[in-house]
């Protein structure tokens, strides 16, 4: 099983970016999708998750209306789009899955990506 997150990068305030997480290795199509982040001296958070089979998707509360997650079984690959960023969004995000269901609870994680770093700064 491997996830590989990509798309991280520098960008000013109010700008965009777009995460991708490769998968292989099992059934893609089968497991919830999460994105986590972690910024400097803080705890891992839950920022998305989108279900295996209906779609379903779940945000924080501080990114709702600005993120938004998809998925394309057939490229096994996930994505969040970020947009309006805030300097508060600064921190490594991973993607990861811990079966069909969604939770953003990182403890029920059973595979991680390596994670892409994101800084939002002028």
């Known amino acids: 099983v491997q996830l590989q997150a990509f798309g991280g990068g520098l960008v000013q305030p109010g700008g965009s970016l777009r995460l991708s997480c490769a998968a292989s290795?099992?059934?893609?199509?089968?497991?919830?999708i999460h994105w986590f982040r972690q910024a400097p001296e803080k705890e891992r958070e839950g920022v998305s998750c989108?279900?295996?089979?209906?779609?379903?998707?779940y945000y924080t509360d501080s990114v709702k209306g600005r993120f938004t997650i998809s998925r394309d079984n057939a490229k096994n690959t996930a994505y969040l789009q970020m947009n309006s960023l805030k300097p508060e969004d600064t921190a490594v995000y991973y993607c990861?899955?811990?079966?069909?269901?969604?939770?953003?609870?990182?403890?029920?994680?059973?595979?991680w990506g390596q994670g892409t770093l994101v800084t939002v700064s002028s």
């Open positions: 990861a899955t811990g079966g069909q269901q969604c939770d953003l609870d990182a403890d029920t994680m059973d595979y």
């Open positions: 989108i279900s295996s089979h209906r779609g379903r998707t």
């Open positions: 290795g099992f059934t893609f199509d089968t497991v919830a």
